[in-house]
């Protein structure tokens, strides 16, 4: 038992100072909500505002207007990512239950891809979305999105872990691809497919450098794009940090309540292995 | 029987937030159709021929007061003839712009008219018109500022279009320079400049005391403008040696690690998001903890704005700015370098469009609107008769050393120097430059390394 505590705390001794590392730049954030240009910059720096003043920062919600691009950023990010991970299902079920020899070049050959730097993707994507004219629009952003490789990779290894005696039985009591899909493997996969979708609406919702290219007209602005523009303002001195505060802290809010809606789910994706219950 | 009632459910929250989605993208489109349907409509009662205003994309990334200054000569443009409709497209950054263009090019949805990004980079590899192949009659080239039209002309023809010119110059606290019994003339060269620490350190600036004697910008324009000075060049005259690790430059960057490192004169900030280590560098010397910095002629504007609000505030700042100081016994000799209006070369632009963009750069440099401009952000204008205009001489008389950056082009400024690799050897300075000043590595060592690097991108075109 005093070992127990002596484990515990040691255990403590190591979290909870890492805990503090970890939520430091997000106190930061949420506190420069409340503070003077003046206060954010001083030195030696201070964590807490001299005065909470909540009048103001309601002023600046109004002011940053930041509403199209939340939801432009929502839209892709979930419409995105549900599409995306239908199709990444249907592969994985097919590489994986329907296995022949050719599938698992094919995989293999998914996999390479994998490997290859995202900023090299981006001219021939664009050329691709250009000829099918489908540059700046939303719907263009999240069709370059649809196929997934981290989404196979990460669905094929919670698919094989698996039982196959599940799928096979249910072949015998004759259901169809759809069925199982349906009835067993997505029951059976639930944390790895939440796992899937958070990592992707995240990247999704905060993607910056793509978009970038991609959109050209500010009504379709991500939030992410819609951020920079406080600190792209060439000769912009003087901006209002608070702003800059309050406006990061409201991107980062729906990311994490999905995180914490469905954190169960997350970790067990994370820690456990999926199928075998 | 559950279960599939929920996944109907989804599938129709899906579809509903997809339609949503469409309805919003597509939503602009309708109400100008039908605006601009509305409008055909009224002109076709009078008209029977409607002709739609021809589009110009143009894309810039000016924000801030620069952005709301172009946006009003564009809106002025658009109100006043229905010919063409310039229609702005703000790019995050100067990088941002040259990224974006790489993919315009190969998908061909490349905008009628740019200005910003690297030009000559697009230039040599022909994907840029030769301005003067459209400049309308009224476009008076003779008028430009000489080194302007020079950094604008390629082959004898005016490749880019000049938009408004820079020079770093110094913004300095003449509060704490009195204070200290020094005038505006110990600014004359770096040495006595950074020979004013002792009698600036610890003067009181209201809320703070100054920390330091000057903050030089992050980048290799500062130490280039001094390089300059001292005689150093980036290129032998044969253009086929890389200089930069010359004694002129080793001697100009040691002695910039000393005041920074060693003695602790000087202070850099660097890095952040965006234009931060800019914004920082500022506020040191709007809030009186350095007596100044070297800044662009695009702060005046707001950094005049910014020191009257910190007065106000209880911080004590006497806004002035000067040209640039010498290095030794040398004359001041820092780069001048001018934003270029450039139309590229693309399938998907119309010849009516390269005509129309070359119009509204007519427009927008035209004397009236390029003083307008300079007032309004405080770049140089790049025009000669901006001096004579009455609403210019007004804005000379009052407010202070408007003009320090104007009078610094024409007395002691040189052109901007081309890198022929395209950037390597800037980048490579760039590194070396920022070894010195963030991580103290000896000047000698840092530019050799650079120099080396450099040499082999050029030997790489010059062969």
């Given at each position: 038992m005093k070992k127990d505590k002596k484990i515990k705390l040691v255990k403590h001794c190591f979290l909870i100072p890492s805990s503090i590392l970890f939520a430091f730049p997000f106190l930061w954030m949420v506190f420069g909500i409340f503070k003077t240009n003046n206060e954010i910059w001083q030195t030696p720096y201070q964590l807490l505002p001299g005065a909470w003043d909540t009048g103001r920062v309601l002023d600046s919600l109004q002011n940053i207007q930041f509403g199209r691009y939340i939801f432009n950023s929502f839209y892709v990010g979930f419409v995105g990512t549900i599409v995306m991970l239908i199709a990444s299902t249907l592969f994985t079920y097919a590489i994986v239950f329907m296995g022949n020899r050719y599938m698992q070049w094919l995989f293999y050959l998914v996999l390479a891809i994998y490997m290859l730097p995202g900023a090299v993707t981006y001219v021939p994507v664009y050329v691709i979305l250009a000829n099918i004219g489908l540059v700046d629009s939303l719907t263009g952003l999240m069709f370059?999105?649809?196929a997934s490789v981290f989404a196979v990779f990460y669905l094929r290894q919670s698919f094989k872990k698996m039982s196959k005696d599940y799928v096979e039985a249910a072949r015998i009591d004759g259901a169809n691809h759809w069925k199982i899909l349906r009835h067993v493997i997505f029951p059976l996969n639930k944390s790895a497919f939440y796992t899937v979708f958070v990592l992707t609406f995240v990247q999704q919702y905060n993607n910056y450098m793509w978009p970038s290219i991609l959109l050209k007209d500010q009504n379709k602005y991500l939030i992410s794009q819609g951020l920079r523009q406080f600190f792209i303002q060439d000769g912009a001195y003087g901006m209002n940090w608070s702003e800059v505060m309050l406006a990061s802290t409201v991107t980062i809010i729906p990311v994490i309540i999905i995180f914490i809606l469905g954190q169960r789910w997350f970790v067990t994706g994370i820690m456990e292995d999926s199928g075998l219950k | 029987m559950k279960k599939m009632k929920k996944i109907v459910v989804l599938f129709v929250m899906i579809m509903m937030v997809s339609a949503c989605g469409k309805t919003t993208d597509q939503g602009t489109e309708n109400a100008d159709t039908v605006a601009s349907g509305a409008a055909s409509n009224t002109t076709a009662s009078k008209d029977t021929k409607i002709v739609e205003p021809i589009e110009i994309e143009f894309w810039h990334a000016l924000g801030g007061s620069l952005g709301d200054g172009l946006h009003a000569i564009?809106?002025?443009?658009?109100?006043?003839?229905?010919?063409?409709?310039?229609?702005?497209?703000?790019?995050?950054?100067?990088?941002?712009?040259?990224?974006?263009?790489?993919?315009a090019y190969a998908g061909k949805t490349v905008p009628a008219l740019v200005v910003g990004g690297s030009q000559d980079v697009f230039f040599q590899k022909g994907l840029v018109e030769y301005f003067e192949d459209y400049m309308p009659e009224t476009y008076d080239k003779e008028d430009i500022v000489g080194g302007f039209l020079k950094a604008g002309t390629r082959d004898d023809k005016l490749a880019f279009a000049p938009a408004y010119g820079t020079s770093q110059v110094l913004y300095y606290n003449k509060a704490v320079l009195t204070e200290a019994g020094a005038t505006v003339d110990d600014l004359g060269t770096w040495g006595t400049l950074a020979g004013l620490y002792d009698q600036v350190k610890g003067i009181d600036t209201g809320v703070?005391?100054?920390?330091?004697?000057?903050?030089?910008?992050?980048?290799?324009?500062?130490?280039?403008?001094?390089?300059?000075?001292?005689?150093?060049?980036?290129?032998?005259d044969d253009g086929l040696t890389v200089t930069i690790n010359s004694p002129e430059w080793v001697e100009v960057l040691e002695q910039v690690r000393i005041w920074i490192h060693d003695d602790q004169k000087m202070r850099i900030h660097s890095g952040g998001q965006g234009w931060e280590y800019w914004y920082k560098t500022m506020d040191d010397w709007v809030y009186g903890k350095s007596l100044g910095y070297t800044g662009s002629p695009g702060d005046y504007v707001i950094a005049f704005d910014a020191v009257k609000k910190a007065n106000e505030e209880g911080y004590i700042n006497?806004?002035?700015?000067?040209?640039?100081?010498?290095?030794?016994?040398?004359?001041?000799?820092?780069?001048?370098?001018?934003?270029?209006?450039?139309?590229?070369?693309?399938?998907?632009?119309?010849?009516?469009?390269?005509i129309g963009a070359a119009d509204f750069v007519t427009f927008a440099t035209n004397t009236e609107n390029t003083a307008a401009f300079s007032i309004a952000t405080g770049y140089a204008a790049v025009r000669n008769s901006v001096l004579d205009f009455p609403e210019y001489q007004e804005y000379l008389t009052n407010n202070p050393d408007a003009d320090a950056a104007l009078k610094q082009i024409d007395q002691y400024a040189v052109p901007e120097w081309i890198d022929p690799t395209g950037g390597a050897i800037m980048d490579a300075l760039t590194e070396a430059v920022d070894k010195v000043e963030i991580e103290n590595i000896p000047a000698q060592k840092a530019l050799d390394a650079a120099a080396e690097k450099a040499q082999r991108e050029l030997d790489k075109i010059k062969q």
């Open positions: 370059s999105y649809v | 564009i809106d002025d443009y658009n109100s006043t003839q229905s010919t063409y409709m310039v229609k702005p497209v703000v790019v995050g950054s100067y990088s941002e712009i040259d990224e974006k263009l790489q993919a703070n005391t100054i920390e330091y004697v000057w903050e030089p910008m992050w980048g290799n324009g500062n130490i280039a403008d001094m390089a300059s000075s001292n005689g150093g060049r980036y290129v032998s006497e806004f002035a700015v000067t040209h640039q100081p010498g290095f030794g016994n040398h004359d001041p000799a820092p780069y001048f370098s001018s934003l270029m209006y450039f139309i590229p070369k693309a399938d998907n632009i119309t010849e009516e469009q390269k």
